[in-house]
């Protein structure tokens, strides 16, 4: 048996044809929308990671504006989310991470304003999404929804057994998946006996950050598998959670890594960014005030 291969570029694409729709409705009405991206590290994957966004967000019509900070300070950080949040020519904030050391981030995401919150950092975005009030949630997270629901794998009344329990990707997709009315186990790398679960799920999510934690022995010939993980082995590529080789002749569907979630994410990202830019000019729309570009 060869498992369906879930690859990301399909379901990107039809997130980009959703987003230009979005874009093209925005521009109609004189309006356009602007992604604002935090950031404070020379780190040089981050920096790639960022110009991917800018691209993305070009490409589609959207203005991209990256705030270079290294060795910004708390205070410094601090002002300059709480000036995003008062500029109306931004629609979304990200605060990209890693940031320089003691910066708290914890605290900084806390003042990113939930409307403006397109990858769901502010915890006040989770509590949305757990009492099924409007969220943004983390493009991560979003990206697994959006690959299972492009491939048609049925989700409600199903068991999915979701490996990670970080607020980026694990409890954010547990809350997804409720409410699309799957029954879920939430596990992680110190559950006892992790096959038990991964055997009789119907899906399994690995988003643990551990390279091959996943292997055939623990899946069954029925399984979806998706693989949020990214991890560098020891010859320098790029592999997730799961140990492909093995499980892949086994189960009925797995995501690559790289070419699956990831692939996604982006797209996901620049989507919020209209979604809520879409959001502003509704309300502006209805409220019968002048329209100006950039509102």
């Not at 605290?107 to 939930?114: G, T």
């Not at 979701?162 to 990707?169: E, F, I, L, N, T």
């Not at 790289?258 to 990202?269: C, D, E, H, S, Y």
Request: proline share 5%; glycine share 8%; aromatic share 2%.
């Amino acid at each position: 048996m060869t498992a369906q291969r879930l690859s990301g570029k399909p379901v990107a694409e039809q997130i980009r044809a959703r987003t230009t729709q979005l874009v093209e409705n925005l521009k109609r009405d004189g309006f356009s929308a602007k992604i604002a991206v935090i950031l404070a590290t020379d780190n040089e994957a981050t920096a790639w990671y960022v110009r991917s966004i800018e691209r993305a967000a070009s490409q589609q019509g959207v203005d991209p504006q990256v705030l270079r900070m290294p060795e910004a300070t708390q205070e410094e950080l601090v002002a300059r989310i709480l000036e995003l949040n008062e500029d109306e020519t931004v629609h979304g904030i990200i605060l990209q991470t890693p940031l320089p050391q003691g910066v708290d981030p914890a605290a900084l995401v806390q003042l990113i304003n939930p409307a403006k919150d397109i990858d769901g950092a502010n915890p006040l975005s989770l509590g949305r999404l757990t009492v099924g009030q409007p969220a943004f949630a983390p493009a991560t997270a979003r990206s697994v929804i959006e690959i299972l629901e492009h491939y048609d794998i049925p989700l409600a009344g199903q068991h999915v057994a979701v490996v990670g329990r970080s607020a980026v990707v694990g409890k954010p997709l547990t809350q997804l998946l409720l409410q699309r009315d799957a029954t879920v186990s939430i596990c992680h790398s110190r559950t006892t006996n992790l096959a038990q679960f991964t055997k009789t799920a119907a899906v399994t999510v690995m988003a643990v950050g551990r390279a091959n934690l996943l292997g055939g022995q623990d899946v069954s010939d029925s399984s979806v598998v998706i693989d949020v993980g990214t991890n560098v082995d020891e010859q320098g590529q790029l592999v997730g959670d799961v140990h492909a080789a093995s499980v892949q002749p086994k189960v009925r569907a797995l995501s690559p890594v790289p070419g699956g979630v990831g692939t996604v994410t982006t797209a996901l990202l620049i989507l919020h960014t209209v979604q809520a830019a879409s959001k502003v000019c509704e309300s502006i729309m209805w409220r019968g005030e002048p329209m100006t570009i950039g509102r």
